[in-house]
């Protein structure tokens, strides 16, 4: 029970990684907001006895309204997973539309960075808490054809860094994650929109140094100890969650 009686918001919980983010901590004893734009969030949130907040965190007033209910709800938050996301759509740069660039960065980045500036007012004041944002090997080293999500990806571990300078006076950390290539909805989406589906998909399956592809457990696990006492020392990281990827 390494998050007994934690407070814990996980934006974008309704599917995929943040799902089993918000499973790992409810698991492990944490009072879990489940925050998802999709009502499926509801399901989520009634199997782990958590809490469903309708958020949409490209607007910064959802954003602020999710963290006010949730210290409404519970007295306190010891912890964010700014981790809702999408992949857009692919094009080089030129081609690739301003529609899709503002659609990505408002929800990668804006999302984010309205998510700590909500949940960080509150720590601030408690003289606690953890957040950890959810970027990607994207955000480390570029991925063609995407230019808002690498560009967004690459943000979202600067605005991380800066905070955890900023509040680490409050004892406050911040952290990201910076997960390969793993299944979900997201990814299912980005391998039909590409140019030669199986091609992408052959290529992902063997696209890390470390046989296999990056398991959902893998990265709950690696989440669940940046948000825990487990990495109390540790502030302004991003993880690699990547069987050697980016070490290349
Ligand atoms: N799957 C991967 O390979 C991978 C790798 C690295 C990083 N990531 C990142 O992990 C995060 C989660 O991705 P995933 O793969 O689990 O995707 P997913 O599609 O399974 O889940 C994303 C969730 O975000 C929610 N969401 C989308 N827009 C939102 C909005 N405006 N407000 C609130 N919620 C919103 C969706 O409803 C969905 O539940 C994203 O930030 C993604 O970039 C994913």
Aim: net charge negative; with cysteine; charged share 20%.
């Amino acid at each position: 029970m390494k998050l007994k009686d934690r407070v814990a918001i996980v934006t974008g919980a309704a599917s995929g990684i943040g799902k089993a983010c918000a499973e790992k901590f409810a698991a492990e004893g944490a009072k879990v907001v489940v925050a998802d734009v999709s009502e499926k969030g509801k399901e989520v949130a009634a199997a782990i006895n958590g809490h469903y907040i309708h958020v949409d965190v490209t607007n910064h007033e959802s954003v602020a309204a999710m963290v006010e209910e949730t210290v409404r709800q519970f007295g306190k938050l010891d912890i964010i997973m700014n981790n809702a996301g999408i992949d857009g759509l692919q094009a080089p740069t030129d081609e690739s539309t301003i529609e899709n660039w503002h659609n990505v960065m408002k929800i990668n980045m804006d999302g984010v960075y309205y998510g700590m500036k909500y949940a960080l007012a509150v720590m601030k004041a408690q003289k606690s808490g953890v957040v950890l944002n959810t970027a990607s090997i994207a955000g480390m080293v570029a991925f063609p054809n995407i230019p808002p999500y690498s560009a967004s990806k690459a943000g979202v571990i600067h605005l991380t860094k800066a905070a955890a300078i900023e509040y680490a006076q409050y004892g406050i950390r911040v952290n990201a994650i910076c997960p390969s290539v793993v299944m979900t909805p997201l990814v299912e989406h980005f391998i039909e929109t590409s140019e030669d589906p199986e091609a992408t998909r052959k290529r992902f399956e063997n696209l890390n140094p470390l046989p296999g592809i990056v398991t959902l457990e893998a990265v709950a696990n690696a989440a669940l100890f940046l948000v825990s006492d487990d990495s109390a020392f540790i502030s302004g990281v991003a993880l690699p969650i990547d069987g050697a990827y980016t070490a290349q």
